[in-house]
């Protein structure tokens, strides 16, 4: 018998904001689907959570950069599991800052290949299906480097620039189909010890005191707000958004 | 006995948005007072629908456009109802498309003092209150002409740019205090019997029927989302969002 | 006999952008007019220097806050001088950085009144008389607050925002008449003695100093981007663009 | 002996703007290499132009989207003609409209590598060379789907996104090292025969007097802004504008 929840699909389901955004559609009655590229215990965990607060989830280890796995991971769960309801592409391309004379070819191309394109394939194995059931909604996780360019920046901003007017084109099309995409700009540090935290390794501590008390973004917190998006009446949706802890300057000040 | 519950002040509190989001407050758990120019009776019975549901709620007629108006409300509400926790600044300034020969001085100017110097006002009358208290918020209701002007809109548009880069000025100074301020971008006709519905007079229903099912904003629902902004925890608070029907081309695109 | 030159008039001709941009015109075959508030001998020398290269100016002092005294100029020039094939709106309202609590109600519309409400009414006075014509150009000098509001800039950014937005209306209405106006975002320190060099006194040569060479804008150097806008043919205008030293980090980079 | 002028090389020179750029160019005193994918009758005819004028130019034919064609063509450039003082990156990836289900893995990819990653090519190759001589230009034409997506434009929205930030982060990382970025949002048709008109075909003629005198962008007028913007002195550069006919609505504006 198939599964009476709507289902979620979260593509990047790390401890951070897609573990967490999983977590609260699961609590809100959804299937939680995470997928992730790697780190099967951690993924296990999550999915424990999940399922100990009553929640129902399942996990998937999926490399996004294959060919044919993002398209197959939407076919498998609408098939065993039921209908995608809504979905969060959470996957990032940050690489640190780096000179253009160290920025390969080849890192500049699995950064659109992983933030740009991934999305491309998701959105277009995903929309027409929800545009045929006139409902559903597409989540996109982005960053500061959508809307402006910095030294160093060069895959990453190039990668999330096109991520960006993307999520324009597709809600230009699908919006009318009663399809809700949303790009939501991260534009502050998250307290994700599976990115940041991977990053920083034993700086994490010392940086996370450094930004004082809720200095860095909850991603529980994010959690409630990708939540309410997905929740919004179709007469009155939102398409862009920024998050920043109110500690942090904003991308446009001054610093 | 002072009351002991947070308030919420409203400016432009109309049957549109003004009125949904006292509402929304009240039914949460806030005092709500609500503010507006005219219509006694009106105002009235938006206190009286509070009442009648179990909030609380206050009333109060006041021309914005007068010196000290704002800066007297304010001040009578945190003496004699409770500190105002979170704010609303609701009114607008559309008067519709004019040409460049037929947009007096006195309307630039009219547009200006309630569009841009009214939000001012309040925010110099209440934001260092709230910085005192280390929390609060101030949402401010915008519209499509704060991000682009055209043509007929030389009132509106300078008046909402010049809301918009305040919203951005007021955030860089208080965040850090911890006093939230959010500039939401209403780019899409609202529900509105007050505003829309006077301006369009015999024709509303007509323009209504024309833009089909969930075609026109619902006040409710933005009120839900206003709701969620003011209680994002402090280390995820979005500063700027834009809110349409999903039948509506956004500001950016050809139609 | 009239003058049978194209007229060129500047509102804010001091040593900086203004006076350069009229020695440019002047140069370029206009008669330029000169006007700004104070300074009288000043203002002399600038028109004196023109007219020592073989150039045609007028100079007048002007306060461009009083009511009539753009219309005034504008009737002026229009009937003693010639029709004004282009304009300079090149006043600021920069008052430097002030808390809110700091940036009284007064400096908010003086802001208001120099920023935004004197381009409108020189926009008035003016832009008619240029469709009529069917050509002519209004360019419209601003800064990077008109872009992105930051703590401290109140009342400047509220009035360079409301600028901009009332750029892009004139644009809007006036640019299918033939009539070009253009938006200039001056991201930079200009080594201007007027302006720049009046806030900062005696400490302007170290300033100049510490920013390297061409570390501040020439404004020389800006004529000639000015010139080339005004005379850019009717197929191909630019409305908005943005000028700084190749040192200076632009608004939205991270600094 | 090598050539003594300095060098301007195009990618992408048909008989629009990037022809139009290199006879300017030419006429300028810079040696022009125009290199272009395919007729080589009409590159043939581009470089005799310039030569029957005077001026200096070779011609190249080459596939940009071949590995090392563009890496290639810079070194070439560099060891037989001369330093390249300035470049003009021209190539565009403009498909038409597609709904997302019309739009291939294929046609996305290939708008990425033609107007994101070429660009990026050519900035790694050239932009270190420039900036240990300290000085140079990039000109990156670029369009309207750079800073908006609209429906059907999924692969060409996303790669100009990818674009414009990239242009942003190289600015950032070259500017300080005396190389300018400028990136030149072109917003309304082109009196192109090589494109739109390949494009329209034997609609051209018709669609161009549907434009009406002066209603399509003149490429001889945008090659003047190039040029201008090539030669703006290091204390007052642009890194963006926009470009369009009087006629045309803004990408902002309502149509």
Redesign the interface.
């Known amino acids: 018998m198939p599964d009476q929840k709507p289902v979620f699909l979260v593509l990047g389901a790390g401890a951070g904001i897609g573990g967490h955004v999983a977590k609260r559609f699961a609590a809100g009655g959804y299937h939680a689907v995470l997928a992730r590229r790697s780190d099967e215990a951690g993924l296990r965990r999550l999915v424990d959570d999940i399922r100990d607060s009553g929640g129902e989830a399942s996990g998937k280890l999926l490399d996004a950069s294959l060919p044919d796995s993002i398209e197959d991971l939407v076919e498998d769960v609408e098939r065993s599991i039921g209908p995608i309801h809504s979905a969060l592409f959470n996957l990032g391309a940050q690489i640190g800052n780096r000179?253009?004379?160290d920025?390969t070819?080849k890192a500049?191309?699995l950064g659109?290949r992983l933030a740009?394109?991934a999305p491309?394939?998701l959105?277009?194995a995903l929309?027409?299906r929800m545009a045929q059931r006139g409902t559903g909604s597409l989540l996109v996780t982005s960053a500061t480097?959508?809307?402006?360019?910095?030294?160093?920046?060069?895959s990453h901003?190039?990668?999330?620039?096109?991520?960006?007017?993307?999520?324009?084109?597709?809600?230009?099309?699908?919006?009318?189909k009663?399809v809700?995409v949303a790009h939501i700009v991260i534009d502050g540090p998250v307290?994700a010890p599976d990115t940041l935290g991977k990053m920083l390794g034993d700086n994490f501590d010392a940086y996370k005191a450094s930004k004082g008390e809720?200095?860095?973004?909850?991603p529980a917190?994010?959690a409630?707000?990708y939540w309410?998006l997905a929740h919004?009446?179709?007469?009155?949706?939102?398409?862009?958004?920024?998050?920043?802890?109110?500690?942090d300057?904003?991308?446009?000040?001054?610093?």
């Open positions: 000179r253009l004379e920025t070819y500049f191309e659109w740009t394109f491309f394939r959105a277009s929309l027409p480097a959508a809307v402006r360019g910095n030294a160093g920046q060069h901003a190039a990668a999330m620039g096109g991520r960006r007017m993307l999520c324009q084109s597709l809600n230009a099309e699908f919006a009318p009663g809700h307290d809720d200095g860095m973004i909850d917190a994010v409630e707000t309410h919004q009446p179709r007469s009155a949706w939102t398409h862009e958004l920024d998050i920043r802890p109110y500690t300057t904003p991308w446009w000040n001054d610093n």
